[in-house]
């Protein structure tokens, strides 16, 4: 598939389009588009780009939008030109400028609203600012698109979150990559066209991205939501509209449950499919999952922008290892790996390795930073985990954020699976700083945002029963804001930093 011509999405929905012209493709709130109304949309948007740019060689083009159906019909314009889309999240500017630059863009194409936001901050960029009412409209129907694309072509840049370095990297992803991901995504959860998918985990990340993919590919419905995360809301638009599927982020599936049991028992009977991604979700809530909603198949991978779902799992028929996050994909392979690169026997902890189909090919204008992170032909995640004797895989955390406090090595997460009830709706984290005495070289911290009233020995309280000692935070530190990456995650490094400079002042 490599370099031969394939399909991408824009193509499915075209082909969707001219079967089934009246059958709904997306609903956002009150709007609702027919998959031959969503072409035009695509078309016309593809048209006006291509006398805009008057290029001859492919563009790449920053898309930032606040409106979803905005959002995927930029993109899928940029497939039909066979172009290269640059998703942006516009929930903060605060990598936009940095992002145009590292990747060259040359163009940038937001809504109405997003581009006033810019017109108004002291954003500057050296390309182009498009208003995607200024690319729409009538257009001629003598326009012709490829019927197919290469599959080795650049389709996407997808800049990671950052979650360790906070240095976000552009990753790689061709028309291939794509069209393997969601092929075996939808065979592994036996979709098809019947899905009415309400889609919560942001569209303009990898995993969010991935479900839209796997609707429009067998011809589904994609439903969602402008706006921020409102489970209320979701509740609702999944019973109006009869969604049979629900995707999220574990952190919005753990809402639902804390908050929402009662609501969501009330939709669990229309529930057939779930996928959860991003962070794995802890085995409480898996388990709480599969009680609420009983007819719901639910599926859980590991996966990470570079190699998405690497792994998956369906918990109601795979309960006796319901804590792992699955089996390698079709076409990937996944192994442990030891620090030399070495593979692991089963049952041994070491870092997850990936390769195969969905493997990106490098990082834009960063080959080294990718090659570094390659070890006998398999990409080393920084995830830890082990895999069992039947080949399941089980996460245990970031390789970076590993504490070890006088000899004895955790991972935060375990720790943090213990408090997310304790905190509710409060940012917080645990981390490992250096021992102020100097005798157990790190030792465990909790850091909450500064307007929580949570108190340290009341934590060391709700913990001591479940952890040992070494476990359980020393100190509490707070403050201002907890730094995040644009899909929700905590950025460990940049807490340590800020609690590095606390301490610092205060002596």
Same mark, same amino acid.
């Given at each position: ?125 050296? /390309? ?43 990753? /790689? ?335």
């Amino acid at each position: 598939m490599n370099g031969i011509y394939i399909t991408n999405t824009y193509h499915h929905i075209a082909s969707h389009a001219q079967k089934k012209p009246d059958r709904p493709a997306l609903i956002c709130g009150d709007q609702k588009l027919s998959y031959h109304d969503f072409m035009e949309r695509i078309v016309a948007l593809a048209f006006h780009l291509d006398i805009i740019s008057n290029a001859s060689s492919p563009q790449k083009v920053l898309i930032c939008c606040q409106d979803k159906i905005n959002n995927l019909s930029a993109v899928f314009a940029c497939f039909a030109l066979q172009w290269v889309a640059i998703p942006y999240s516009p929930d903060s500017f605060d990598s936009l400028e940095w992002i145009a630059d590292d990747c060259k863009a040359d163009l940038l194409l937001c809504d109405a609203e997003v581009a006033d936001r810019i017109r108004q901050s002291a954003l500057h960029f050296s /390309i182009p600012l498009y208003d995607l009412s200024s690319c729409s409209g009538e257009y001629d129907r003598n326009f012709t698109l490829p019927k197919k694309c290469r599959g080795n072509d650049m389709a996407m840049i997808i800049y990671s979150s950052g979650t360790t370095s906070g240095q976000k990297k552009g990753v /790689i992803i061709s028309y291939r990559i794509l069209l393997e991901t969601t092929m075996y995504m939808n065979k592994v959860m036996g979709i098809g066209e019947g899905i009415v998918e309400y889609v919560v985990a942001p569209i303009a990340h990898a995993f969010g991205f991935g479900r839209c993919r796997a609707v429009f590919y067998a011809g589904g419905v994609l439903v969602f939501d402008n706006g921020k995360f409102n489970p209320a809301r979701i509740l609702l638009s999944i019973s109006k509209n009869k969604c049979n599927a629900l995707s999220s982020v574990s952190t919005g599936i753990a809402a639902f449950i804390d908050y929402y049991e009662t609501h969501l028992r009330k939709v669990g009977p229309l529930l057939k499919w779930v996928e959860i991604g991003s962070l794995p979700l802890a085995l409480n809530y898996r388990e709480k999952l599969l009680e609420i909603l009983p007819n719901a198949a639910v599926f859980i991978n590991f996966g990470l922008t570079e190699a998405m779902r690497s792994t998956f799992i369906n918990l109601r028929k795979e309960t006796r290892k319901i804590a792992s996050v699955g089996k390698a994909s079709p076409g990937v392979e996944v192994r442990i790996l030891d620090d030399e690169g070495v593979p692991l026997s089963s049952c041994i902890e070491g870092e997850i390795a990936v390769k195969g189909v969905n493997l990106t090919p490098g990082y834009w204008n960063r080959k080294d930073a990718f090659t570094g992170k390659m070890k006998n032909g398999y990409f080393t995640t920084g995830d830890l985990g082990f895999m069992d004797e039947e080949g399941y895989l089980y996460f245990a955390g970031r390789k970076d954020d590993v504490i070890n406090s006088g000899g004895k090595k955790f991972h935060p997460v375990e720790v943090e699976n213990l408090l997310v009830k304790f905190f509710g709706h409060q940012n917080f984290c645990i981390c490992g700083i250096n021992d102020p005495v100097g005798r157990l070289g790190q030792v465990p911290v909790v850091c909450v945002e500064e307007d929580s009233k949570v108190m340290l020995e009341d934590i060391v309280r709700h913990l001591r029963p479940m952890l040992e000692d070494y476990m359980i935070p020393k100190d509490l530190f707070k403050i201002a804001s907890m730094p995040m990456t644009d899909n929700g995650k905590v950025q460990r490094s940049k807490v340590v930093q800020r609690i590095n400079a606390i301490s610092t002042l205060n002596g």
